[in-house]
């Protein structure tokens, strides 16, 4: 008598899966320039006018912004990858259909991590030779790429984030939701501008904010953060991607 036995996915295809998951959604971004091109262009837009030309010949300010609209530009693939999008794959049944399909439960979610850790990359390297070849920012290769990898893993926190909005909100409703986290937190955070130019009430609450927790993180790479440990910043970023996945995880099960 013959006997079947199932198997698990070897290693090799399983990883293909992914990598298809990811290339589809890369695909999907490119069809979208609405959300592809203001989220690389918006920081680089908004550093060459705060950072290089109202700060023309201040290298200080010039590094400071370049660290923190470094941070505002990867909120955003996190914040409106998952946010929006997954409230509009939940309204349209996409992530039903996705279910239904014989690939790995979190592959979709995966890819759009990848995606939005695409971006950051992105976003990281345009303001990095934006404020190395217009605002005079002195930076070293080590610099640069210590901010790099601030860049691209500080994405994660607000991809948890954007996943648990993206549970929450209607499609039609995410974009709304999500600008109202995101705005508010970047001025709270200093990312537009240093906190000690705002009243003192923002820097005593800023520690309540993943966003300045990872501006900090940025500013400690270019020798203008304000000398709180390392493993803080680390950690309650930690806590928050870990929080927010939970959350998450638990709303897409129910339904």
């Given at each position: 008598?013959?006997?079947?036995?199932?198997?698990?996915?070897?290693?090799?295809?399983?990883?293909?899966?992914?990598?298809?998951?990811?290339?589809?959604?890369?695909?999907?971004l490119?069809?979208?320039?609405?959300?592809?091109?203001?989220?690389?262009?918006?920081p680089?837009?908004?550093?060459?006018?705060f950072g290089?030309?109202?700060?023309?010949?201040?290298?200080?300010?010039?590094?400071?912004?370049?660290?923190?609209?470094?941070?505002?530009?990867?909120?955003?693939?996190?914040?409106?990858?998952?946010?929006v999008?997954?409230?509009?794959?939940?309204?349209?049944?996409?992530?039903?259909?996705?279910?239904?399909?014989?690939?790995?439960?979190?592959?979709?979610?995966?890819?759009?991590?990848?995606m939005?850790?695409?971006?950051a990359?992105?976003?990281?390297?345009?303001?990095?030779?934006a404020?190395?070849?217009?605002?005079?920012?002195?930076?070293?290769?080590?610099?640069?790429?210590?901010?790099?990898?601030?860049?691209?893993?500080?994405?994660?926190?607000?991809?948890?984030?954007?996943?648990?909005?993206?549970t929450?909100?209607?499609?039609?409703?995410?974009?709304?939701?999500?600008?109202?986290?995101?705005?508010?937190?970047?001025?709270?955070?200093?990312?537009?501008?240093?906190?000690?130019?705002?009243?003192?009430?923002?820097?005593?609450?800023?520690?309540?904010?993943?966003?300045?927790?990872?501006?900090?993180?940025?500013?400690?790479?270019?020798?203008?953060?304000?000398?709180?440990a390392?493993?803080?910043?680390?950690?309650?970023?930690?806590?928050?991607?870990?929080?927010?996945?939970?959350?998450?995880?638990?709303?897409?099960?129910?339904?």
């Amino acid at each position: 008598m013959n006997t079947f036995t199932a198997s698990a996915p070897r290693a090799p295809a399983l990883l293909g899966v992914y990598a298809r998951e990811a290339r589809y959604e890369f695909i999907r971004l490119l069809r979208t320039p609405s959300f592809a091109l203001p989220t690389m262009i918006f920081p680089l837009m908004f550093y060459l006018l705060f950072g290089v030309l109202l700060h023309h010949g201040n290298p200080g300010a010039s590094q400071y912004l370049m660290a923190s609209y470094s941070v505002f530009g990867v909120m955003g693939p996190g914040l409106f990858g998952f946010g929006v999008s997954l409230a509009l794959d939940r309204e349209r049944g996409l992530l039903t259909l996705k279910r239904a399909l014989p690939v790995p439960a979190g592959a979709p979610l995966v890819a759009k991590m990848v995606m939005a850790m695409v971006f950051a990359v992105c976003i990281g390297v345009l303001l990095i030779l934006a404020g190395r070849l217009l605002g005079g920012v002195p930076l070293t290769l080590a610099q640069m790429g210590t901010l790099l990898l601030v860049d691209v893993l500080g994405v994660l926190p607000f991809c948890a984030l954007g996943l648990l909005i993206g549970t929450l909100v209607s499609g039609s409703g995410a974009p709304a939701v999500v600008n109202l986290v995101y705005l508010p937190l970047a001025l709270l955070s200093g990312l537009w501008l240093p906190l000690s130019m705002l009243p003192p009430l923002f820097a005593q609450i800023a520690p309540l904010w993943p966003a300045w927790h990872l501006a900090q993180l940025a500013l400690k790479v270019v020798g203008q953060d304000s000398g709180h440990a390392l493993w803080l910043h680390v950690s309650v970023l930690g806590a928050v991607t870990v929080a927010c996945f939970a959350l998450a995880q638990r709303r897409l099960r129910r339904g």
